[in-house]
T-cell receptor, first 113, second 114 residues
Framework: EAGVAQSPRYKIIEKRQSVAFWCNPISGHATLYWYQQILGQGPKLLIQFQNNGVVDDSQLPKDRFSAERLKGVDSTLKIQPAKLEDSAVYLC???????????FGPGTRLTVT | DQQVKQNSPSLSVQEGRISILNCDYTNSMFDYFLWYKKYPAEGPTFLISISSIKDKNEDGRFTVFLNKSAKHLSLHIVPSQPGDSAVYFCAAENSGGGADGLTFGKGTHLIIQP
């Protein structure tokens, strides 16, 4: 079974630029999550999708972050404009309906200079 | 305010001995707990979990203990092996609502000494 795929793996941008990350979850997984992991911290939930609907985006900085999951499969997370404090690893995870276990992708390491 | 705390940033254990990683939580609504293992440049991988209706769950060399009254859980690895060297994250979930994102601790870096 293929795991959660993310791209790109690494991205370096200047502050005020925009960036987008892509996630392809495990086939058949209804729930998709985006987490932000700042160096030295644990992952922090940004947004949760159930199929193509948003379940929880309470911790998403909506003035600069946006996410979508079209057709209930792939998802993109966008930052516009980026700030220095957005430097982090962005992790995508998915889980089957009704399961507590989440399966993580390798993450995208973003550096904002 | 951190709802899940792992107070030991690192832990060094000799190969073959027991590794004990600790985790405390403050939110009494958490009812499901998970441990994840993370190698550098990889995403976290699920290791073991426990529901709040249990006090122990075992899977091979890994055992998780839950003390609800103390809001404390621990992960025991016996015997410890070199491949166990990684960062271990404790995570908690409130399964009562529709949103079930995990709340993570900061992690403990386990180093297994040969």
């Amino acid at each position: 079974e293929a795991g959660v795929a993310q791209s790109p793996r690494y991205k370096i941008i200047e502050k005020r630029q925009s960036v987008a990350f892509w996630c392809n979850p495990i086939s058949g997984h209804a729930t998709l999550y985006w987490y932000q992991q700042i160096l030295g911290q644990g992952p922090k939930l940004l947004i949760q999708f159930q199929n193509n609907g948003v379940v929880d985006d309470s911790q998403l900085p909506k003035d600069r972050f946006s996410a979508e999951r079209l057709k209930g499969v792939d998802s993109t997370l966008k930052i516009q404009p980026a700030k220095l404090e957005d430097s982090a690893v962005y992790l995508c995870a998915s889980s089957p309906w009704g399961s507590y276990e989440q399966y993580f992708g390798p993450g995208t390491r973003l550096t904002v200079t | 305010d951190q709802q899940v705390k792992q107070n030991s940033p690192s832990l060094s254990v000799q190969e073959g001995r027991i590794s004990i990683l600790n985790c405390d939580y403050t939110n009494s609504m958490f009812d499901y707990f998970l441990w994840y293992k993370k190698y550098p440049a990889e995403g976290p991988t699920f290791l073991i979990s426990i529901s709040s209706i249990k006090d122990k769950n075992e899977d091979g060399r890994f055992t998780v203990f839950l003390n609800k009254s103390a809001k404390h859980l621990s992960l025991h690895i016996v015997p410890s092996q070199p491949g166990d060297s990684a960062v271990y994250f404790c995570a908690a979930e409130n399964s009562g609502g529709g949103a079930d994102g995990l709340t993570f601790g900061k992690g403990t870096h386990l180093i297994i000494q040969p």
